[in-house]
């Protein structure tokens, strides 16, 4: 009976350790209970997004990298060959890393007006208005290229049932059902 209570005291300690190496099992389960605090404290998500940035077409990680021969302000850079641009990123995995996080806080900071600084909305906005809150995970690709899934909430979003009364409700709030003869497709 002992030996149970020392395997599962291991287990806990293991478990523990485990749930800040990414990709384990405790992360997961980490990751899986701050989405649903999350949604606790600012109601459903509104939107999920995936972002694949990819360095090895960029001029950017090519800067990143130490380039000095692109011009950010040619509209089209003139890049070296895409088996160059291949040899580049498998040469620094972290420079690599470094284009993700650039090109993710670009996407927040200027599509989507996330101040980072302030840990909140800008007062301008976003494309999509103002953001409450966003939970964003990384990953690997099988090609070992970094993406992401975030979640994002939208401040003054209205939840699934309030929007569900409003369509039913609000002659000028319903979504637009074609007939069938004006569908193209």
Not at 51 to 72: R, W
Not at 112 to 140: M, N, Q, R, T
Request: contains cysteine; hydrophobic residues 40%.
């Amino acid at each position: 009976m002992l030996s149970k209570k020392k395997v599962f005291d291991l287990l806990n300690e293991v478990n523990s350790v485990s749930a800040r190496i990414p990709g384990s099992q405790a992360s997961k389960i980490f990751c899986h209970n701050e989405i649903h605090s999350y949604s606790g404290l600012f109601g459903m998500l509104i939107l999920f997004l995936s972002a694949n940035p990819n360095p090895s077409h960029s001029p950017m990680f090519q800067v990143i990298f130490g380039d000095q021969t692109i011009n950010l302000d040619d509209r089209f850079p003139v890049l070296m060959s895409c088996t160059e641009c291949a040899l580049r990123l498998a040469k620094d995995p972290v420079v690599a890393a470094d284009f993700f996080d650039f090109s993710i806080k670009c996407l927040f900071e200027y599509l989507f007006g996330w101040d980072f600084v302030k840990g909140k909305s800008s007062v301008e906005g976003g494309i999509l208005g103002w953001l409450e809150a966003f939970y964003g995970i990384a990953e690997y690709t099988e090609r070992g290229d970094h993406h992401g899934h975030f979640l994002l909430w939208l401040l003054g979003a209205l939840n699934p049932a309030d929007l569900h009364e409003k369509l039913k409700s609000s002659p000028g709030f319903e979504w637009p059902i074609p007939n069938e003869r004006s569908r193209t497709f």
